[in-house]
């Protein structure tokens, strides 16, 4: 949806406040894409904050659909996104303190790009079905969350290769 700020970059003490319904269903990013299974109202509050410049605020929450990071078991991760951001007209240069957006098309803001971009900024680092996943097997892949599989996942430290050489050199059989 494109919101037009034409009349809050224009007129000085301007303020606009809109709730937007997030149309996109799906969230696509290089890391794959992810289902929105439950999502709030986008709540903006446009002001002027001089000419040709706009303070962008505003929430919503959504909930997105992601495999953990270590058992790729699929789980619900909620965000909640708080943003303050500012929106500068054409040819206005951006000052090295501003957090900038670009808008389309002369003053219209695309608000499906700029929650897509807010997600991407507080997309979690990792997302663990729960604190103290066990993750994977890396010998037979079983999901070590369910059950134990026995394994010997012993890994030996590699700098100590040659020390273990030479034993086995000198081992008497």
């Not at 919101?3 to 696509?28: A, H, I, Q, Y």
């Not at 997105?64 to 240069?93: H, N, Q, Y």
Request: aromatic share 6%; proline share 6%; glycine share 6%.
């Amino acid at each position: 949806m494109l919101v037009n700020l034409s009349d809050v970059m224009t007129v000085e003490g301007m303020r606009l406040e809109k709730e937007v319904p997030l149309e996109m269903s799906c969230f696509e990013s290089g890391a794959g894409k992810f289902e929105i299974t439950d999502r709030t109202p986008v709540t903006f509050l446009f002001a002027n904050a001089g000419p040709g410049k706009a303070d962008i605020r505003g929430n919503m929450q959504l909930t997105v659909m992601a495999c953990c990071d270590r058992c790729l078991t699929e789980v619900p991760v909620s965000l909640r996104l708080t943003f303050e951001r500012k929106a500068l007209a054409p040819g206005i240069k951006p000052s090295e303190t501003d957090d900038e957006v670009s808008l389309t098309d002369g003053y219209q803001l695309d608000t499906e790009d700029f929650i897509h971009n807010e997600i991407l900024m507080n997309w979690p680092a990792k997302i663990l079905c729960k604190e103290d996943c066990k993750g994977i097997c890396p010998v037979c892949g079983q999901n070590r969350n369910r059950e134990d599989c026995g394994c010997d996942t012993f890994v030996p430290d590699p700098r100590m290769a040659v020390i273990q050489d030479i034993f086995n050199k000198n081992k008497e059989v």
